[in-house]
């Protein structure tokens, strides 16, 4: 048996009811890649607006300006950090006693021996503790796949919503991760 939570959580989108430029698993996706690729030596609106053209979006300045606070909140995240090693989109499969768990991890940072994981999401924040309860079970499987894989303790599992740029660490504790993981 697989469970699969990259679609068991299907995407990180709720719809709206503003009127918007794009749909919201469009907006999720041109905002993740950005994400992923984004470095900074990088033209914030040459690269948006080239990976907009890979999603069939032309992007006028209306369209920028609905994306730029996701991209400007991204960017202020990673400002002063520094990391010994970055994975971003990173998948991974494992096994548990009965079935296996696959899923794609938005970026795990590296430094000083110490791992946190970085879960991005580009909801509206309508009900922020509704989607940290929603959410909650998805980065405790993130942390038990990256112990499993790497040998290592978790220090660290965090939601980064860019609409506010705002990070909400998980508890990732042992506790938590055996009341949704039966390993």
């Given at each position: 048996?697989?469970?699969?939570?990259?679609?068991?959580?299907e995407?990180?989108?709720i719809?709206?009811?503003d009127?918007?430029?794009?749909?919201?698993?469009?907006?999720?996706?041109?905002?993740?890649?950005?994400?992923?690729?984004?470095?900074?030596?990088?033209?914030?609106?040459?690269?948006?607006?080239?990976?907009?053209?890979?999603?069939?979006?032309?992007?006028s300045?209306?369209?920028y300006?609905?994306?730029?606070?996701?991209?400007?909140?991204?960017?202020?995240?990673?400002?002063?950090?520094?990391?010994?090693?970055?994975?971003?989109?990173k998948?991974?499969?494992?096994?548990?006693?009965?079935?296996?768990?696959?899923?794609?991890?938005?970026?795990?940072n590296?430094v000083?021996?110490?791992?946190?994981?970085?879960?991005?999401?580009?909801?509206?924040?309508?009900?922020?503790?509704?989607?940290?309860?929603?959410y909650?079970?998805?980065?405790?499987?993130?942390?038990?796949?990256?112990?499993?894989?790497?040998?290592?303790?978790?220090?660290?599992?965090?939601?980064?919503?860019?609409?506010?740029?705002?990070?909400?660490?998980?508890?990732?504790?042992?506790?938590?991760?055996?009341?949704?993981?039966?390993?």
């Amino acid at each position: 048996k697989k469970l699969d939570i990259s679609n068991e959580i299907e995407f990180d989108e709720i719809e709206s009811q503003d009127k918007s430029y794009f749909s919201a698993i469009d907006k999720g996706n041109i905002i993740h890649k950005f994400c992923e690729i984004y470095e900074s030596n990088m033209d914030k609106k040459e690269l948006i607006t080239k990976i907009s053209k890979e999603y069939s979006v032309e992007l006028s300045n209306g369209s920028y300006n609905e994306l730029e606070p996701y991209i400007n909140n991204y960017v202020n995240y990673l400002q002063f950090k520094e990391y010994d090693e970055v994975y971003k989109e990173k998948p991974f499969y494992i096994a548990t006693d009965n079935s296996y768990i696959s899923g794609i991890i938005d970026r795990i940072n590296i430094v000083d021996n110490e791992i946190e994981i970085i879960d991005i999401k580009t909801n509206r924040l309508v009900e922020k503790d509704n989607l940290i309860n929603y959410y909650k079970p998805q980065l405790l499987f993130y942390a038990y796949a990256v112990e499993k894989v790497l040998g290592k303790k978790v220090n660290k599992a965090s939601i980064l919503f860019l609409e506010s740029g705002e990070e909400v660490d998980i508890d990732i504790s042992k506790e938590s991760m055996n009341k949704v993981i039966k390993a």
